[in-house]
């Protein structure tokens, strides 16, 4: 569909050409015109006059494209509505397109996605019906229906020659996304890491330190359980060496008691046998006695025999 300026500056075009032929070239022979035409060449190099006044006309003119242009905003507040601007015209039109306006979800112009600029708008009624910008990609000349994302842009713009930002809600299919975040991924892929692979290694981190605190429990129930181990060792064989000692001290205890008796056995065996020897000393010597008594010998008898055996003789 034509715009409206384009209609506009072609019937301005028609009528400028209508009036200049009513006041300059009616009633003339073709030879005349002619004639007129090449004169007005060569005076003034061309015969466009009329269609340059024409857009000059359209130039100062202000169309109802021009006032919305002027007085739009992106969010409109009671600051835009107040003093001689808010009561004008072009105003009046802006509040009115203002109010038609759909703003739960926005349309967003990604053309010049690689110079980080994106332009945003709200959607229309006819938008809201067909779905566009919720129900499919909300990327201008996309319709992609699968796939899609909500994303919530922290949306900065210069609007009326001051820096604003907004909050605003998209709804954009895989690779439109992608070309929303182009401008941070670039800044990643500068230091060599995509926001996917920081997420991985981001990942990554957090598993490798889930399993160091996993091992490290680990390790320390290992450890507890070696001390425990080692306790238990140390436990029983301190208790087989306190066996042993006492079945040491016990077995002393019986080798001295069994070489006393032995020793006392043998005490005993000999006082058996000095008493024997002595009980038939003495029987012998009673036999003996018995035997001398009985030859009439008596005991001063004996006595005598006795020193004579042991005297030493005198010296002559």
């Known amino acids: 569909m034509a715009r409206f300026s384009a209609v506009r500056a072609d019937v301005y075009d028609r009528v400028s050409r209508s009036q200049y032929y009513r006041d300059n070239l009616a009633g003339l022979t073709a030879h005349q015109r002619h004639q007129r035409l090449l004169a007005e060449l060569q005076r003034d190099g061309t015969t466009q006059q009329p269609r340059d006044a024409a857009a000059a006309a359209l130039a100062s003119t202000i169309s109802d494209e021009d006032a919305?242009?002027?007085?739009?905003?992106?969010?409109?507040?009671?600051?835009?509505?107040?003093?001689?601007?808010?009561?004008?015209?072009?105003?009046?039109?802006?509040?009115k397109y203002y109010a038609r306006l759909f703003r739960e979800f926005a349309i967003a112009d990604l053309s010049r996605y690689k110079e980080s600029r994106i332009g945003m708008r709200w959607r229309t009624k006819q938008e809201v019906v067909s779905g566009k910008g919720q129900f499919t990609c909300g990327a201008r000349g996309c319709s992609e229906a699968a796939g899609l994302c909500s994303y919530e842009v922290n949306f900065a713009y210069v609007e009326a020659g001051q820096p604003k930002q907004a909050l605003v809600k998209l709804r954009l299919c895989e690779a439109c996304g992608q070309k929303l975040n182009y401008g941070r991924e670039k800044e990643y892929r500068k230091v060599g890491l995509s926001a996917m692979e920081l997420q991985d290694q981001q990942q990554q981190q957090e598993q490798q330190r889930?399993?160091?605190?996993?091992?490290?429990?680990?390790?320390?129930?290992?450890?507890?359980?070696?001390?425990?181990?080692?306790?238990?060792?140390?436990?029983?064989?301190?208790?087989?060496?306190?066996r042993d000692e006492g079945q040491d001290d016990e077995g002393r205890h019986q080798g001295g008691s069994g070489s006393k008796s032995s020793r006392r056995r043998s005490a005993d065996g000999e006082g058996s046998e000095g008493d024997g020897r002595r009980p038939q000393r003495r029987q012998h010597s009673a036999s003996d006695g018995a035997a001398a008594g009985d030859d009439g010998v008596g005991e001063a008898d004996i006595d005598r025999w006795l020193d004579d055996m042991f005297s030493v003789p005198a010296a002559q």
């Open 210 to 242: 889930q399993w160091q605190q996993e091992q490290g429990g680990e390790a320390a129930a290992a450890d507890e359980g070696r001390q425990l181990h080692h306790r238990q060792k140390r436990k029983h064989k301190d208790r087989d060496g306190k």
């Open 68 to 95: 919305l242009r002027a007085h739009h905003r992106f969010l409109r507040g009671p600051e835009d509505d107040e003093g001689e601007q808010g009561g004008s015209w072009g105003a009046r039109l802006a509040r």
